[in-house]
């Protein structure tokens, strides 16, 4: 792999205030409705496989992005990559499935997708991440879910 | 496809076989009906058996795979039974006392061995993989298994293979969006024919009772039935080489927003069930008033089988409307279908 990182300098974003703590989400006998602001709290502090910034910051993942059904039992995720051809895209779609994988009830089904026309590959890199055999196989591959980890870590 | 046909039909389950510790990926029934195999996320093989009263594990292969073992199948004796691995190699299992013990371990695929199944006349066992290729395997007496053939007709990932019912004709299914046929010609093996009409990845395929049709579903949400059209066939399709044409002739879709993993085609009822991304199977049935060149098929009924994607069914040779499939919800579960 190359020394030299792929996208030099990145734009970077401000992050979004913390979420204001109502009295419904206090109260433990209210079961939490799994909502977009839910979702993007679980996926933007996911670090960037190449620079020391999160998804958030580099706008890779915005919560306007994020599409829930909690009654449904559906989460659409839509990320940014930096760049047209950044190689990384297939990697950060991974972290994020992973992420939500292993975040969210098992009766959700997870959609991840490259926002449209914003990568030169975008139809096969999603056509990868919908894969779930594809999905499953590579995630058994110790070196590829190092990687995975490393970009989930520190309440990644 | 949204409401169901007014006939007197029931899918009821019968039992849920707990005890996988993963995801569960394939089941298959022996030839006789009276072991069903699974296997999956957890590396194992189990074996169920019917007691007096309900199905019970017999047996755990455990020593044959270190990653998941993605499909298993019988061959037409019921003495052998064949697993794919993702660790990229395919395992023959033959039946010893009580259990199974490991007689061989194909090795060859570049990567994970995503199918394996014996051919009807037991001769030949073919194996596909990611890796894009299709291999037929001799099946000898002495347990040693000679590659006859690698086959590289596929652009992608082969997800599955599956003999037709009565002749050594091998298909294929692949994530390149279509399903190709084999057969052997001068000593080898060639691809014959593609069948290409759907958008996305193929997942499963299966064969008619007859042989003469083929239904596949998809990554694309839709299922699709085709027929095999012969070198001078009365509908004027032109044919080529000698070899005959398949076209689809039949697409159902806009019942699901889910893809469908897998199809099964009961060679016993000829009812076809499918395993969904939605949890459901449905059961489908040709039209009544159906032509062989534009038939109709309708959902007769479904059931929320499984609480997460069902990822494989399967139908029992032997017992009329008995059906087994399995999830990644880690169960197993046998189900009634009456007409």
Known sequence: MDDKLENINPKLFKKTAARPISEIDLDDSIEDIIDSREIFDLIRGLNDPEHPLTLEELHVVEEDNVEVSDVEGIVRVKFTPTIPHCSMATLIGLSIRVKLLRSLPPRFKISVEISPGTHATEHAINKQLADKERVAAALENANLLEVVNQCLANNG | ?339
């Open chain 2, 1 to 339: 496809m949204n409401k169901n046909v007014h006939r007197m039909v029931a899918l009821k389950e019968i039992e849920i076989l707990t005890g996988h510790t993963g995801k569960v990926w394939c089941v298959a029934f022996s030839p006789d009906g009276l072991i069903l195999a699974s296997c999956g996320e957890d590396k194992t093989i189990r074996l169920w058996t019917k007691d007096s009263q309900s199905w019970t594990c017999k047996a755990i292969l455990t020593e044959g795979h270190q990653r998941t073992v993605r499909s298993v199948a019988w061959s037409p004796c019921g003495r052998l039974l064949a697993s794919a691995s993702f660790d990229g190699t395919t395992c023959v299992w033959e039946k010893s006392g009580g259990s199974f013990e490991c007689i061989a371990t194909l090795e060859g695929h570049e990567n994970e061995v995503k199918s394996a199944t014996f051919s009807p006349s037991g001769q030949y066992l073919a194996t596909c993989s990611r890796d894009k290729s299709v291999w037929v395997w001799e099946v000898s007496e002495d347990n040693e298994y000679e590659c006859l053939s690698v086959l590289n007709a596929h652009s992608g990932d082969v997800k599955k293979v599956v003999w037709h019912p009565h002749v050594d004709v091998v298909a294929s299914a692949s994530y390149d969006n279509t399903a190709k046929l084999y057969k052997e010609e001068d000593d080898d093996w060639v691809s014959f024919a593609t069948l290409q009409s759907h958008e996305s990845s193929i997942w499963g395929l299966d064969f008619s009772p007859d042989g003469k049709n083929i239904v596949t579903c998809s990554e694309d949400k839709s299922i699709k039935i085709w027929r095999e059209y012969l070198p001078g066939n009365k509908q004027n399709i032109p044919t080529k080489d000698g070899n005959p044409v398949w076209k689809c002739v039949c697409t159902i879709q806009g019942f699901t927003d889910r893809p469908i993993y897998d199809v099964a085609w009961s060679k016993l009822t000829n009812c076809i069930a499918t395993a969904g991304g939605d949890n459901l199977i449905r059961i489908l049935k040709e039209g009544d008033k159906s032509d062989e060149d534009s038939p109709s098929f309708e959902q007769v009924t479904s059931i929320k089988a499984h609480t997460e994607d069902v990822n494989c069914v399967t139908w029992s040779p032997k017992v009329p409307g008995f059906l087994a499939s399995c999830s990644d919800d880690l169960t197993v579960k046998l189900w009634n279908f009456v007409e």
